[in-house]
């Protein structure tokens, strides 16, 4: 293989964002409690740098390195996404840091390695680039789990974390091996182009499909692979739950998209069928659970496996309609799930770490700017007009009306009204019921900036869906 400078440019952002985070390691080495703020400057400006690399380096299709990474207009949208995400995270997640005493440079260097694995995983069009891309992911992941030495839930829940996801990699890494046994190759193209001659046994194809499609539905938390993700969003700290319960989903759609359409297209109906199983359990017991739940950590925690049902619909409807739609509808929740966290976030103060329902008493009281935003962001969760959240279900409704689902709609549709329920019992707890905690919140300028802007963006994208979803769908176009 000869390389040349052109062959470089289309992993230019992926270039940027290494070089970022080996700066931000060494720079935060000769830095001191007083000038550590350097290190969240520093990682805010990473993540700039690699979306303006990012803007200026699109162009048209291309496939580089022997056919192991692509470079697309899905990639670099969900490139843009995963980087915005994850800018609010450490926006929110500076001053709860500092209150909690763990503000240490090595969340932001985590932080932007595992931006640095979402980013290989959406432009991996290689079995062996994508596992590599997750594996980099994973493990800053594990790391930052367990990120609050001092706490014995937090220790516990990276243990967790690390044992099932291990599980879950080996079984995503096994369903590989026995595609590369059938086909001899590793390329999503060629592999595809195998399983369409027909001469391998289906019997083979099939079960190798079942240990991935384990793998993709552990990666996104869907039931019956859900069982991580209440105990890991509970016992880390906010900021990482934070992190882990937005930015990661959008990885995890470019972890299904490459692997279920770019490299096993031909085994649609069989996966399709498989799919669709996973996304109405995971409506009905995320939905279900998340009515018992008080601990609201837990509660968002089952949300997201609700959610994660109704991304699946838009693989399941299998055009790029539904493609589009999906994409639309992870980006969107990654953006919620940001800013509710976020609102968690901002009020826990030093040795008390807000992650009950009743934590949330009174928070109209207490600041009605926040209360607001939060309030935004649980109707957009909830799925309730003119906020995104409605127009992002409705997009992948229609997708999978399209194909004659009607069914599978229904089941949605029927799940989520059971859902909006926890939605609005949290806005009423914020709004009529009586603060047990008195003492007022302090907001960074920088969060306070950046909750607006999300928490806004939740009815301005509602007022004008077409923008985003446009971008989402002509993408696939």
């Keep these: 293989m000869q390389f040349e400078m052109s062959t470089f440019i289309p992993v230019m952002p992926e270039i940027v964002m290494l070089v970022a985070a080996c700066v931000v390691l060494i720079v935060d080495l000769f830095l001191t409690e007083r000038t550590r703020l350097v290190t969240y400057a520093l990682s805010l400006a990473a993540l700039v740098v690699t979306g303006a690399t990012i803007i200026a380096t699109a162009g048209d299709p291309v496939v580089s390195f022997e056919g192991s990474f692509v470079r697309d207009a899905v990639a670099d949208v969900m490139k843009i996404g995963i980087l915005t995400v994850t800018g ?132 996104f938390g869907a039931v019956p692979f859900h069982m991580w993700v209440p105990d890991v969003y509970h016992g880390a700290p906010t900021a990482v739950t934070m992190l882990l319960g937005s930015a990661p989903k959008i ?39 998340a009515i018992a739940q008080h601990n609201i950590k837990r509660m968002l925690a089952y949300s997201t496996i609700s959610h994660v049902g109704f991304i699946f619909l838009g693989f399941i409807a299998g055009t790029d309609d539904g493609y589009g739609a999906a994409l639309f509808y992870t980006v969107v929740y990654a953006l919620t799930a940001a800013g509710g966290f976020g609102v968690l976030a901002m009020i826990s103060r030093r040795g008390f770490d807000a992650e009950n329902l009743d934590d949330l008493k009174g928070l109209n009281e207490r600041s009605g700017w926040l209360a607001a935003m939060m309030a935004l962001i649980l109707f957009s969760m909830a799925g309730v007009p003119p906020t995104v959240g409605f127009f992002a279900k409705w997009f992948v409704l229609e997708s999978i009306i399209r194909v004659d689902l009607v069914w599978l709609a229904l089941v949605a549709v029927f799940f989520s009204v059971i859902g909006a329920f926890y939605y609005l019992r949290a806005i009423k707890t914020m709004y009529f019921d009586k603060p047990i905690d008195d003492q007022p919140l302090e907001i960074s300028a920088d969060s306070h900036v950046a909750m607006s802007i999300n928490g806004v963006s939740m009815l301005v994208l509602g007022m004008f869906p077409t923008a985003l979803y446009t971008v989402c769908r002509a993408a696939f176009g």
Excluded: C, H
């Design 88 to 219: 609010f995270a450490m926006v929110y997640a500076k001053d709860y840091l500092v209150q909690q005493g763990i503000y240490r440079g090595e969340y932001y260097t985590l932080a932007l390695f595992s931006v640095l694995g979402m980013m290989i995983m959406s432009s991996a069009y290689n079995f062996i680039t994508i596992y590599l891309g997750l594996e980099l992911l994973a493990l800053s992941m594990y790391a930052l789990v367990a990120f609050n030495r001092d706490s014995m839930g937090g220790a516990e829940a990276a243990m967790k974390y690390f044992v099932l996801g291990a599980l879950a990699s080996g079984l995503l890494l096994y369903g590989i091996s026995l595609f590369y046994g059938a086909t001899g190759s590793l390329s999503f193209a060629e592999v595809s182009a195998a399983i369409v001659k027909g001469n391998i046994q289906e019997d083979i194809l099939v079960f190798g499909l079942v240990f991935i499609i384990m793998g993709v539905g552990f990666k």
């Design 251 to 289: 990885a995890a759609f470019a972890l299904t998209l490459r692997l279920l359409v770019d490299g096993l297209a031909p085994l649609f109906t069989q996966w399709q069928e498989m799919l669709m199983i996973l996304a109405v359990i995971s409506l009905g017991i995320g939905n279900l659970v």
